[in-house]
């Protein structure tokens, strides 16, 4: 294991640096002025050659690019164009409440998704609800779904709070110390203000586990019947084994593909959060980079592909711990 973990480090060096080459090309080729947009709709030529100049953007573009992996080596991601404050700064201010967001619904969608796949393979009864619903989140976009939710939850059955971020405009705020709310007022102990936290997290995640939890749940369907299939299965029967064993038994071999996946998608989520966000009023890091997209706000959205990078990394290191202590196979 600890020979597969230095491998995988070994490799994060050059994977890191393509990616911040690539996303340092295509920000570079997209159409439009940053300056022109930073100046306005009224500036003068003189003030957009002026801001073109700060910025940098006068240089070659080799120039620009090895600046731009000179401050990579420090840690510097550069400043905001639109707000001033420094890239890292920003985006790790947000990154916490995006996080949060992503892995509780993940954790929702991996649970609903093996309650579908059990359903489907174990129950004839409730096996076609289970399959309509699978297709239904399959078919069905996740920000549809969470308008479609807040239509419903918020507007008709007014049991959901308003869709307008972490927590209620009236709430009490926590000291910031992560930028989640909910985790922020765990820490301080503000009990009244989790409750709201909670409650505001309840329609996103349960979006992201609707549509996401079907397509895991195909996984975990595949997974059960391929390991009811399997002989060590017939051999457990055949040994009289308790039903309850040969579940546990059945569960413990269809985990590790269905984790696996789970964390693919809980990597594609974290970049394609956007539209949860947006929708939800979140003000996580994935909003604040679409919204740096449409100004064209460059080092932020070098930034956010960078941390996705990382994150994304991370979490394939640890799906290989995972599958080599799930799957003793694995191992020899």
Request: glycine fraction near 8%; charge should be neutral.
């Amino acid at each position: 294991m600890i020979r597969m973990i230095a491998t995988r480090l070994a490799l994060a060096v050059p994977l890191l640096f393509a990616v911040a080459t690539l996303i340092f090309l295509l920000t570079h080729v997209l159409p439009g002025d940053v300056a022109g947009i930073i100046a306005g709709p009224n500036a003068t030529p003189e003030n957009i050659e002026a801001i073109r100049d700060r910025l940098g953007l006068n240089k070659p573009l080799w120039e620009q690019y090895t600046d731009y992996l000179a401050g990579l080596l420090r840690g510097d991601l550069g400043e905001s164009f639109v707000t001033g404050r420094d890239v890292r700064t920003e985006l790790l201010d947000r990154l916490p409440s995006t996080l949060l967001l992503v892995t509780l619904g993940i954790l929702a969608a991996t649970l609903w998704g093996l309650l579908l796949g059990a359903t489907t393979v174990f129950s004839r009864t409730t096996a076609p609800a289970a399959r309509a619903l699978t297709s239904l989140g399959l078919s069905m976009p996740d920000f549809v779904l969470g308008v479609v939710l807040i239509y419903v939850f918020y507007f008709l059955l007014d049991w959901a709070p308003s869709p307008i971020g972490q927590i209620d405009l009236a709430t009490p705020r926590p000291p910031d110390v992560t930028g989640a709310a909910l985790i922020d007022a765990l820490l301080a102990g503000q009990w009244s203000t989790v409750g709201d936290a909670l409650a505001h997290l309840v329609l996103p995640v349960a979006t992201m586990a609707l549509v996401y939890g079907a397509s895991v749940g195909k996984v975990a369907e595949s997974a059960f019947l391929e390991a009811r299939s399997a002989p060590f299965m017939d051999y457990a029967r055949l040994s009289g084994l308790r039903r309850r064993t040969r579940a546990r038994y059945l569960t413990l071999t269809s985990l590790p593909p269905t984790i696996t996946y789970s964390g693919v998608a809980y990597a594609y989520m974290l970049g394609g959060v956007v539209l949860i966000e947006t929708v939800f009023s979140w003000g996580g890091v994935a909003q604040f980079a679409a919204s740096a997209l449409a100004n064209r706000d460059l080092n932020v959205i070098q930034g956010f592909v960078l941390i996705v990078a990382v994150v994304t990394f991370l979490i394939y290191l640890l799906l290989d711990i995972f599958y080599i202590v799930m799957d003793p196979r694995v191992r020899t």
